[in-house]
Nanobody, 120 residues
């Protein structure tokens, strides 16, 4: 089954930290790009970070310096370490993967999401 599975969401106070994980099916583990998106209520889905097969990472300006993406190739797990969380980081967070050309358009493979709520 080509379903990614996120976990690690929850409620935290502003300034706190959370680490999200995404288990990637072996059949998708060699895709060129993996990454994280988020969607807040009433807003469009927003890309926030990606990592290439060689380990190169890129992050959106809104999270740069606070969030870090990484992956465990041996166990097919994608991570998102989120520090210095802000109320505006509240959203449903999704992991996704595809070849990098498609990833930059819109990935075809997604998880179901994990909710992150940051309170003041």
């Amino acid at each position: 089954q080509l379903q990614l599975v996120e976990s690690g969401g929850g409620s935290v106070q502003a300034g706190g930290s959370l680490r999200l994980s995404c288990t990637v099916p072996p059949a998708l583990s060699r895709m060129g790009c993996m990454g994280w998106f988020r969607q807040a209520p009433g807003k469009e889905r927003e890309w926030i970070a990606r990592i290439g097969s060689g380990g190169t990472t890129t992050a959106a300006d809104s999270v740069k310096g606070r969030f870090a993406i990484s992956k465990d190739n041996a166990n097919n797990i994608l991570w998102l370490q989120m520090n210095s969380l802000k109320v505006e980081d509240t959203a449903m967070y999704y992991c996704a993967t595809d070849n990098c050309i498609q990833f930059l358009r819109r990935p075809n493979y997604w998880g179901q999401g994990t909710q992150v709520t940051v309170s003041s």
